[in-house]
């Protein structure tokens, strides 16, 4: 059996991270697929060994919060009967792969993935977060997404092999795909990037067969609740769902399986639009404008109350809004146009050309003509 994360790992099934309310348990569905089967039991397991409370988070991962340390074994036992956790602890550590939740059957981003978690073995160790990007649909959608080593889609129609954080890669023959990826982790293992952490930050020159000139291909627009091509989107407003929502989502007669995005969205593949009780619906929704960790009591490290606050806000804030329990600011996915920052039981508030300091509750209510 596996140990906890410590802070900064990355969780996983095997080594859940110690949050306020619980352990806190991530699940990686293959290809961000859950069948209805297991979408169900996922939210089954999260009634009956969590506090029913699942995250959706920026890496297209489930989260079961809110776990006791007793029950946690079991609760992994049933993860791997559902095949939604590896047995072996080091394949699910290495199997930190992001796809296109656009993919379609046998495309080439379920090829290239699909044969990626058959070689994972074949991978050195890797610092926790370092992860993998197969967005290698006809259009990217994923290139404001984290991921270290990455397959995308170039403008002239074929696949670049490209390291995050340089802006072009190089073409990768078709087939070859995998062997490109497993080779630049073990150049980066093998050269320093262990210590560095992530190939964004990590300097050193990449090697011959590593280096181009060919861009990835101009990304899709953002994706909103609604159609798309492969099912229904409805936000999820924080990054956070009941079970119980989830369960009725996926209980539609017509809904066959559920894909998670990294953009707060979930698509059900056969569903109905329509409006469903927590999730977003209308594309202008003002949650959807938001960012708002956990807080307080969830998160150890909060002193305030920061999603019932944020949704009072929100409606009365123009562009992005960010709520933070603390000055760690986890939840940020871009800049913001207004931020609060938890502090010592008060909020300090930047925004709109202005700064005001230890806010109370009321007063940042007022403040936005919202009390
Ligand atoms: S920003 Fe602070 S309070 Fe919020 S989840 Fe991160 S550590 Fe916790």
Not at 133 to 144: E, F, K, T, W
Not at 283 to 296: N, Y
């Amino acid at each position: 059996m596996s140990g906890f994360a410590i802070r900064g790992w990355c969780p996983d099934a095997w080594h859940p991270m110690v949050a306020g309310d619980g352990l806190l348990v991530r699940v990686r569905p293959r290809l961000g697929r859950l069948d209805r089967d297991q979408a169900l039991g996922l939210c089954d397991a999260a009634l009956t060994f969590g506090n029913g409370l699942i995250d959706l988070t920026s890496r297209a991962n489930f989260q079961l919060r809110g776990v006791s340390e007793v029950v946690w074994p079991a609760l992994v036992e049933r993860l791997v009967e559902l095949e939604l956790v590896e047995a072996d602890p080091v394949r699910e550590i290495k199997r930190n792969i992001l796809v296109s939740p656009l993919w379609q059957d046998a495309d080439d981003t379920v090829r290239i993935a699909t044969e990626l978690i058959a070689r994972i073995a074949e991978l050195p160790e890797l610092p926790g977060k370092a992860g993998f990007v197969i967005d290698a649909g006809p259009v990217p959608v994923l290139l404001g997404e984290a991921g270290d080593f990455r397959i995308e889609r170039a403008a002239s129609g074929g696949l670049i092999l490209r390291a995050q954080g340089r802006t072009s890669g190089v073409d990768v023959p078709p087939g070859t795909e995998v062997d490109r990826l497993i080779a630049m982790a073990r150049w980066f293992a093998e050269n320093g990037g262990l210590d560095v952490g992530r190939m964004s930050r990590f300097a050193a020159e990449l090697p011959d067969w590593a280096q181009g000139s060919v861009k990835p291909a101009p990304a899709a627009g953002a994706f909103r609740p609604g159609p798309t091509p492969t099912g229904a989107a409805w936000g999820v407003p924080f990054g956070q769902v009941s079970a119980l929502a989830l369960a009725r989502l996926i209980s539609d007669p017509a809904a066959t399986a559920l894909r998670a995005t990294p953009w707060r969205l979930l698509i059900v593949e056969g569903a109905t639009f329509a409006p469903v009780e927590e999730l977003v619906d209308d594309p202008q929704d003002p949650l959807l404008r938001v960012d708002a960790c956990p807080g307080a009591p969830s998160c150890p490290q909060a002193s305030v109350e920061t999603r019932e606050l944020a949704r009072g806000i929100a409606p009365q804030v123009t562009g992005r809004l960010h709520v933070s329990g603390c000055a760690k600011l986890c939840a940020a996915t871009g800049r913001a146009d207004v931020t609060l920052t938890g502090r010592e039981g008060r909020y300090d508030f930047s925004g709109e050309g202005r700064e005001r300091l230890a806010l109370g509750r009321d007063e940042v209510l007022a403040l936005f003509g919202a009390g």
